[in-house]
T-cell receptor, first 112, second 113 residues
Framework: KQEVTQIPAALSVPEGENLVLNCSFT??????LQWFRQDPGKGLTSLLL?????REQTSGRLNASLDKSSGRSTLYIAASQPGDSATYLC???????????FGDGTTLTVKP | GAGVSQTPSNKVTEKGKYVELRCDPI?????LYWYRQSLGQGPEFLIY????????DSGLPNDRFFAVRPEGSVSTLKIQRTERGDSAVYLC???????????FGPGTRLTVL
């Protein structure tokens, strides 16, 4: 059974800082990995999707990496802004079925 | 273009009642997913449709939960004999295909009294 862990559960940083969010998974036989952000009381917004054959994806100030062999993904946020404050979730797609397994997220607060 | 929509946005029901939750995916998306999310936790997978068929229903917690997608577009999640433990936000997502980005709707908050 796939288990996804995100540490830390919460993170507070001053504006302008670069930061890394971590996602680890127990079964390396994955189909893809997706990073989302969720604002309070809202649905999920997709940030980046990495296929199992890829090592990283970039979008603006965001960079996500994937290391299947070690069961890890990181989301790098450059020059953080208060508008980046949200909960960040990673989801791991299974190779054998359509399900995605989510971590419980990291809640990020960027202080002005 | 229009995103994924879900109705109702809120549903309050009494224990033992039957409820239906609706999801309208993005037009042309063949893959559709249902999740539920409890406070402070990540979404929990329920079921995945590819077209009209349920390709993976391994996340449905018991036989009180059922979902359909008869024409390969709109999907309905049906919960019989609701229990207080069913209270959660039910999320729907769609994607072009299984390998593609999932786009989520705003969710339906279900409260069972």
């Amino acid at each position: 059974k796939q288990e996804v862990t995100q540490i830390p559960a919460a993170l507070s940083v001053p504006e302008g800082e670069n930061l890394v969010l971590n996602c680890s998974f127990t079964d390396s036989a994955i189909y893809n990995l997706q990073w989302f952000r969720q604002d309070p009381g809202k649905g999920l917004t997709s940030l980046l999707l990495i296929q199992s054959s890829q090592r990283e994806q970039t979008s603006g100030r965001l960079n996500a990496s994937l290391d299947k062999s070690s069961g890890r993904s990181t989301l790098y946020i450059a020059a953080s802004q208060p508008g980046d404050s949200a909960t960040y979730l990673c989801a791991v797609g299974s190779t054998n079925a359509g399900k995605s397994t989510f971590g419980d997220g990291t809640t990020l607060t960027v202080k002005p | 273009g229009a995103g994924v929509s879900q109705t109702p946005s809120n549903k309050v029901t009494e224990k033992g009642k039957y409820v239906e939750l609706r999801c309208d995916p993005i037009s042309g998306h063949t893959a559709l997913y249902w999740y539920r999310q409890s406070l402070g936790q990540g979404p929990e997978f329920l079921i995945y449709f590819q077209g009209t068929g349920a390709a993976d229903d391994s996340g449905l917690p018991n036989d009180r939960f059922f979902a359909v997608r008869p024409e390969g577009s709109v999907s309905t999640l049906k919960i019989q004999r609701t229990e207080r433990g069913d209270s959660a936000v039910y999320l729907c997502a769609s994607s072009v295909g299984r390998a593609d980005t999932q786009y989520f709707g705003p969710g339906t908050r279900l409260t069972v009294l």
